[in-house]
């Protein structure tokens, strides 16, 4: 994947990500933000299907250029100072997934909730 296939970030999507810090906005969104390395590296391994979309470094976009071409979704390529603006971490990654609520059952809803 070369670096024309990664979308520039712009203001209105930085608005949009930081939103969703908020318990209300992720359920008006039914997105939430992964927010570690790891977290994001298995979303993208073993549930890519629930990746609403990819926001990491130009470093690290060409560090994972291999997963990446598995993916069909948008791939943001942002400065570390722009993920630091996002997240809600003191010490942000290099990279953030926003995801889709996963489909559970109604008796799973609760303990979804809870977690977000």
Known sequence: ???SNYIDIDNKTLTWLKSLKDKKEKQRYQNFVVEANK???ELMTKHPNLIHGIYATSAWLDNHQLLLK??????YCLKQKDINRVSALKDPPAVLCTAYFPNFEEKHQRMVQFFI
């Open 1 to 3: 994947m070369n670096k």
């Open 39 to 41: 977290l994001s590296l």
């Open 70 to 75: 598995s993916i069909n979704k948008p791939i």
